[in-house]
């Protein structure tokens, strides 16, 4: 294999990555002296790359973060309710963003908040974030979500149907045309004119779970922007519970876990543990 191969097909660096990296001075070393990336490896060979240090002038907000896990190249934090990823209109200086930004400052590094993916403002759940190109482009997640539905479900199925913006709307999405979005389900429990679901997304488009379990008839508790009641729940009743983080590039292969949000907790008291549920994983989607 030529550098240029290992790099982009063992280690994952996506093609901006890789071209950036190799035009930074030293930033890529082949036992010990600038290389090419049309050099041929051996076997033996030791191949290093130095990232560029980033900086970022984000204003920070002092909060504290519930910190799962931190290395020097990632971040994974459980974020909550309410909080949106990326400052917006109303929200301009108390986004994770900005949280992530004092707490960087805190400990001493300076580097870009690059979240692996996005969580709606009132979605709770674990969040990734990358602390440097490197760890954005190589990583792969696999990642499952737990919500409680309103009506009875049962068994395990697929929602393969497109999602667009609602005419007039700049927020609301509907399904039935647009680009296409699936969604996996499996029913773990019901009580109470409710079922609490584990789903897994195959696409990642806005709103996606909230608008296909919508469609079928099923819109999420807490959710009045597509129908469901905030009787019980004044949000929707959706959180991020399990994440597989791999980035073979720089050695990581771990899974997280985290519980439901202490409010749908309240509002639906007979859910059973994520903890108990992942032991089974019967779900499984492809590293993304």
């Given at each position: 294999m030529t550098v240029q191969q290992y790099a982009r097909g063992v280690l994952g660096f996506s093609a901006s990555v890789f071209i950036a990296q190799k035009y930074l001075p030293d930033g890529m070393l082949l036992n010990g002296s600038p290389c090419r990336s049309i050099d041929l490896l051996s076997k033996g060979d030791l191949l290093e790359f130095f990232l560029p240090e980033e900086s970022s002038d984000y204003p920070a907000l002092e909060k504290e973060l519930l910190v799962l896990w931190e290395s020097e190249d990632y971040l994974v934090i459980g974020k909550e309710a309410g909080m949106p990823v990326h400052p917006s209109p109303g929200?301009?200086?108390?986004?994770?963003?900005?949280?992530?930004?004092?707490?960087?400052?805190?400990?001493?590094?300076?580097?870009?908040?690059?979240?692996?993916?996005?969580?709606?403002?009132?979605?709770?759940?674990?969040?990734?974030?990358?602390?440097?190109?490197?760890?954005?482009?190589?990583?792969?997640?696999?990642?499952?979500?737990?919500?409680?539905?309103?009506?009875?479900?049962?068994?395990?199925?697929?929602?393969?149907?497109?999602?667009?913006?609602?005419?007039?709307?700049?927020?609301?999405?509907?399904?039935?045309?647009?680009?296409?979005?699936?969604?996996?389900?499996?029913?773990?429990?019901?009580?109470?004119?409710?079922?609490f679901l584990r789903l897994c997304l195959e696409t990642g488009r806005t709103h996606q779970i909230r608008v296909h379990l919508s469609h079928i008839g099923h819109p999420l508790a807490g959710d009045d922007l597509y129908g469901g009641s905030r009787e019980k729940l004044s949000r929707q009743a959706l959180h991020c519970g399990f994440l597989r983080l791999c980035c073979p590039a720089l050695s990581v292969n771990r899974s997280f876990t985290l519980e439901m949000s202490s409010d749908i907790r309240k509002a639906f008291p007979w859910l059973p543990a994520i903890s108990q549920k992942e032991e089974k994983e019967e779900i499984r989607c492809p590293l993304v």
């Amino acid at each position: 294999m030529t550098v240029q191969q290992y790099a982009r097909g063992v280690l994952g660096f996506s093609a901006s990555v890789f071209i950036a990296q190799k035009y930074l001075p030293d930033g890529m070393l082949l036992n010990g002296s600038p290389c090419r990336s049309i050099d041929l490896l051996s076997k033996g060979d030791l191949l290093e790359f130095f990232l560029p240090e980033e900086s970022s002038d984000y204003p920070a907000l002092e909060k504290e973060l519930l910190v799962l896990w931190e290395s020097e190249d990632y971040l994974v934090i459980g974020k909550e309710a309410g909080m949106p990823v990326h400052p917006s209109p109303g929200h301009d200086r108390d986004s994770v963003l900005n949280a992530a930004a004092f707490h960087y400052r805190e400990h001493g590094e300076s580097c870009s908040f690059r979240p692996l993916y996005r969580l709606d403002k009132d979605t709770s759940g674990i969040l990734p974030a990358g602390k440097n190109r490197l760890a954005v482009s190589g990583a792969q997640i696999e990642k499952r979500y737990y919500a409680v539905c309103e009506g009875i479900l049962s068994g395990n199925g697929t929602i393969d149907l497109p999602i667009t913006l609602a005419p007039g709307s700049k927020i609301q999405r509907r399904a039935g045309e647009g680009e296409r979005a699936v969604t996996h389900w499996e029913a773990l429990e019901s009580y109470d004119g409710h079922t609490f679901l584990r789903l897994c997304l195959e696409t990642g488009r806005t709103h996606q779970i909230r608008v296909h379990l919508s469609h079928i008839g099923h819109p999420l508790a807490g959710d009045d922007l597509y129908g469901g009641s905030r009787e019980k729940l004044s949000r929707q009743a959706l959180h991020c519970g399990f994440l597989r983080l791999c980035c073979p590039a720089l050695s990581v292969n771990r899974s997280f876990t985290l519980e439901m949000s202490s409010d749908i907790r309240k509002a639906f008291p007979w859910l059973p543990a994520i903890s108990q549920k992942e032991e089974k994983e019967e779900i499984r989607c492809p590293l993304v």
